[in-house]
């Protein structure tokens, strides 16, 4: 059976408009992660268009300027 990695193949194409929300949590050993995916996004594929990060991976943006 031949598999294909075409486009079509992806789990979910995001166009030029789209809005992100996010979502803080912070589990039982006090880590915060936010996920960031775009609001506009079927139910069951918001398990495939998101990107989370830990705290410690966040930085305050007036720090770097």
Known sequence: M????????APY????AYELT???????DGTT???IYP???EAE???TT???AE????????DYR
Request: glycine share 2%; hydrophobic share 35%.
């Open 13 to 16: 194409v995001i166009d030029d």
């Open 50 to 52: 998101w990107i989370s």
């Open 55 to 62: 705290d410690d991976a966040f930085v305050n943006v007036a």
């Open 2 to 9: 031949a598999t294909s990695n075409s486009p079509t193949d």
């Open 33 to 35: 992660t936010c996920t």
């Open 22 to 28: 996010t979502r803080l949590s912070t589990g039982e």
């Open 45 to 47: 594929k918001q398990v």
């Open 39 to 41: 609001e506009n996004v």
